[in-house]
């Protein structure tokens, strides 16, 4: 069998035809594995994230403290490289119907899981039936009408209408569709078994102190690589064990580069990186893009189910003194819900944004009756950025005559009370990887089921269904402009503005590459 992408699927995915043709020039990876071939393995590499995840499920949570682990842990059939382009993972080959309501994968063999059972079709099919009853974001698997498996080595996936971007959605990461084995199919959200394909398998979870992760002996690097490329690549581990530190005060994350303790942080705050810029002994990282900073606002609960109530605290923000105060200096103000350069960036809305008019607003909320009932803000004191925003915008509001309150919570803590459309009416966050993967991730946090504004509006729903049915690139654009200008006009989420964040590592690291979630594959430690 050959290890190539099949000549089908190049010809009918532009993206996959660019990887296969890259690989043929060796181009495909950013970081060769050559030299880290011949590397001995270290004990230890130690990682520092600031939030803990409030699981480790990867189709229970969209949270980004989530798939820094487990995307170590468990792969997908098909995912993104580095310049976010559709590329094979653990299929071998994809192949479309001429109609295109059908996709057959051909699965790569001897791919094993953790408890050393091989993967076959059979627990690719599991997978996607436990996706489509407890996924955030089981939409994604909505067209599937069938799934076929004629041999332990094919998937055939039928759908009862053609979907032209069903594989962008499949290969999004913001809820991985990753495979499990078939014994976790009827398993509740959260409440899997820890086993997946990829590099690293659990080990143990402390609370409040770190997730430890072990080197998977029996994994099988994909030789159609030749190292680190997005969520695809040729992973090599080069340690016995990768500990994932929880550490919440950015203070002690430094401190602790600094001193040794840990080789990698996720995030360097701005005031600390100008301080470390010469130091020889540390690396540091730009990740520009890294999230657009924002609320969520409800729209069941009190006041904020009145729009013309959600229209003034959207025009009593000044996004401009939210973002200065959160980020450092480190963001840049632009009303997209996708960023410059990115093949959906639109401006519709924009009329909505960073208008910063408490006047405006005080007349508004007399045009609606307001009578001072209390908007409850949702913060937590895991990422220092979303809690500085929640003060200052609470100020902002409370300038405008609104009566606030701030609630404070762990990360975790945030998350779960996200769901009870009784206990907020703002829910401060950053919405990150679905916007940097494409317009179809980004919408999904509204659209029925997720609908992260509680209540459904049907008319976002109306305009996803037309945006995945799109069929060429630019009747989609115009529909992902409708959809940005409904989110605005309907003040569905509240953008701040887009942040840049920092990372960095001790400078005896080498091989990690930035990216939006960390990997931690083909990195190792050079005397």
């Known amino acids: 069998m050959t290890s190539a992408p ?44 600031e939030a803990p ?105 039928r759908l009862s209408r053609k979907v032209p971007v069903f594989l962008d959605e499949m290969s999004s990461f913001v809820t991985p569709l990753a495979i499990l084995p078939a014994s976790q199919r009827d398993k509740e959200g959260g409440k899997i078994d820890l086993i997946g394909t990829g590099p690293l398998q659990f080990v143990e979870w402390q609370a409040d102190s770190h997730i430890r992760l072990k080197r998977f002996a029996d994994y099988q690097p994909d030789t159609r690589y030749k190292g680190t490329d997005g969520f695809a690549g040729r992973k090599e581990i080069f340690f016995d064990q990768v500990d994932f530190k929880l550490v919440k005060d950015p203070g002690a994350r430094v401190a602790g580069l600094e001193a040794g303790q840990f080789h990698i942080i996720e995030d360097l705050p701005i005031e600390s990186a100008k301080r470390l810029a010469g130091n020889k002994a540390l690396t540091l990282y730009d990740l520009k893009n890294w999230w657009l900073h924002g609320a969520w606002v409800n729209h069941s609960k009190p006041p904020t189910n009145d729009n013309k109530i959600r229209r003034a605290l959207q025009i009593a923000l000044d996004m401009e003194e939210i973002m200065e105060i959160a980020t450092d200096g480190a963001y840049v103000l632009q009303p997209g819900l996708q960023y410059p350069g990115n093949p959906y960036y639109v401006t519709t809305g924009a009329q909505y944004y960073n208008k910063k008019d408490p006047a405006g607003a005080k007349k508004l909320l007399a045009e609606a009756g307001y009578k001072g009932e209390e908007l409850v803000i949702i913060t937590n004191s895991s990422y220092q950025t979303m809690y500085k925003a929640a003060q200052v915008a609470a100020e902002q509001l409370k300038g405008a005559g609104f009566k606030v309150r701030v609630d404070v919570f762990d990360w975790a803590t945030a998350m779960a009370r996200r769901k009870d459309g009784n206990a907020w009416n703002l829910w401060f966050t950053g919405q990150g990887t679905g916007p940097s993967v494409g317009p179809f991730a980004a919408m999904k946090d509204v659209v029925s089921p997720q609908k992260n504004q509680i209540t459904a509006d049907p008319v976002i729903d109306g305009l996803y269904a037309e945006l995945i049915s799109g069929t060429t690139p630019e009747a989609r654009k115009a529909t992902f402009a409708k959809f940005q200008e409904r989110v605005y006009e309907q003040v569905l989420f509240l953008k701040f503005g887009d942040l840049t964040r920092k990372q960095a590592s001790g400078a005896k690291v080498k091989g990690f590459v930035p990216y939006r979630i960390p990997r931690l594959w083909n990195v190792r430690i050079e005397d």
Not at 39 to 45: D, F, G, I, N, T
Not at 96 to 121: A, C, V, W
């Open 53 to 157: 995840p409030p699981t480790l499920d990867p189709y229970f949570s969209t949270s980004v403290s989530t798939r820094n682990v487990a995307m170590h842990m468990f792969e997908t059939l098909v995912t993104r490289d580095e310049n976010n382009a559709i590329v094979p993972d653990l299929a071998d080959k994809i192949t479309e119907s001429p109609d295109g309501l059908s996709y057959t994968f051909t699965l790569r063999r001897g791919i094993k899981f953790h408890n050393g059972q091989e993967m076959t079709s059979a627990d690719v099919k599991a997978s996607f039936e436990r996706y489509q009853r407890v996924a955030l974001q089981k939409v994604i698997l909505a067209p599937v009408s069938a799934i076929e498996t004629p041999d332990p080595y094919t998937v055939v996936l």
């Open 6 to 49: 099949n000549r089908d699927a190049a010809l009918r995915f532009p993206h996959i035809r660019q990887w296969a043709l890259a690989c043929a020039i060796g181009l495909c990876a950013i970081a060769t594995a050559s030299s880290a071939l011949a590397q001995k393995r270290a004990p230890m590499l130690l990682f520092a994230q």
